[in-house]
């Protein structure tokens, strides 16, 4: 890159300057520390002259609309790893624009890309070496301003390359063995036997069935191929699953295509829709919806923390088993995001708390407009305490009403998850217990409506709308070449399985979906860690000198 030199002011100006900003923000404590760093920030960007940010503005427009291409051939994990990378570089690029990038925002992206490669190497080697190599890409193209933002604000000056070198340069030290192509993990529609349907609509149908090879029962969702629009929209649940991985959230085992549908197995959850919960019980105490809200929480926490945002929390996507345990499902409209972003969830959130304690939605209306209209502009308004017993619990009413605040940083859950867990409706709840215990609370109606579906002899969950729906036995299978790796995804323990000898006699359960022996996986986190400490060393050290 070309070495451009700081504006045209002579020395004295500029040492009068820093002395100036200096004696403002000492002169008034109650300056916060955004404030004093959003001051800083301005005064180091002026410093810098046009030239510099022109030049990385350039070659950051032109990186973002290279990496912002979707490509086929990329696997899922691959695919999550550029949106964040791209994500990162808008983001940089936003605050070059408006001058007010700092050197920290700069360490504090790339500290970020760090992790997100640490991660890859322990999930797919390819993503790692991939992600590495554009890691450095960014680094080169913003390092020159780090620099001289670093020595704007007289804090130690960073080695860029070596730091983009390093990222790149690590995987050969940990030796690790190649990936297995994805084509080899890909099951045969005839290995499923269906037992019988689950759920359909529009978008396709659900089945309960069994997997022959290893003998265990799984779900299997049937999803039309004219459903989506963009190949990315399709990609999105393999995306989700290749990064996800929580007690609260469904489990994929195993994503592909046929010539008719795009074809998902996952784990069978034993339970039901929770909207048919609410419908039976027209209303849940107190309880049980603090813990179904709990588990709620958590789970879109580590979405969040993942850089997804759900987009569709609702009732109906959320399934409980007997005991109280909540699985979210359905990851057809998720968004790889930024944080400031998750209010959307909170909101849906809201909404369901709203619906858990009073059996109806909090805002209704007779046409989308006139819907928006009203969520917009009407207030939330509770059933009178005479009329409905939740309506007289202040705690949950506070929360619901701050979940719901129209004002989208204003919303409970934006600034920290902490302060959804720490709110009084949660006084004294042990979190930990929603990890540790099988059974947290105990509703009537879902052992009644399971019981009443088994009675019906397997003719629960047929399709009310009596339309055709494709079926397991019709599909047909593509070869492995048709296969799109990005429309392709399988867990490391479905691979172990459809890869390891198969026996006459089957796999059992446990064994099939088992984790790798532990012996391997310590030894190949150990040199890891090794690798991470080296890569992040001079982050610390530098916070020290700071």
Known sequence: MQHVSRCSFPDSVICWLHNIVFEVITAFPYYGTRSRLAIQARLHSLLLGEQIPKTA????????????????????????????????AQECLLKLNKQVITYQDVRDMVENLVGLHNMCIKKNTEAAMELGTTVRKLIIIVGEVATSLEKMAEVPVSDWMAIGDAIVYKLEQLNLPKPIPFASYIPRMRDFRSIKMLGAGGFGAVYLANFRPANFVTTVKLVNTDRFSRHKQAAMDKVVASVIRNPFIVKYYCCFSVKEAYVTIMEYIAGLDLMRVVTKEEFLEIEPVRIIMAQLILALEHMHLRGFLHRDIKVSNMLILPGGRVKVIDFDTVKVCQGHWRAVDWWSAGIVMYKLMTGRVPFRGKSKQMLRERIITAPLKWPRPDEHPNSANTPAKDITYRMLKKNPVERLGSRTYSDLKTHPFFDHFN???????????????????????????????????????????????????????????????????????KHPDGVSLPEALGFVAAGAAAGRNAALQVTKERLQRWFKETRRRD
């Not at 290279?66 to 994500?87: A, N, W």
């Open 57 to 88: 503005t350039v070659l950051l427009e032109f990186f973002i609309k290279r990496e912002s291409k979707v490509s086929l051939m990329r696997q899922p994990l691959p695919h999550f790893c550029q949106e964040e990378v791209v994500l990162h």
């Open 431 to 501: 979190w930990k217990m929603l990890y540790q215990k099988k059974d947290l609370c105990e509703i009537a109606s879902i052992k009644e409506i399971l019981n009443s579906d088994a009675e019906k002899d397997g003719k629960a969950g047929e399709p009310s709308d009596k339309r055709k729906h494709q079926k397991i036995e019709e599909m047909n299978d593509v070869s492995a070449e048709s296969q799109k790796p990005l429309l392709c995804y399988a867990s490391s323990s479905f691979k172990k399985l459809m890869t390891k000898p």
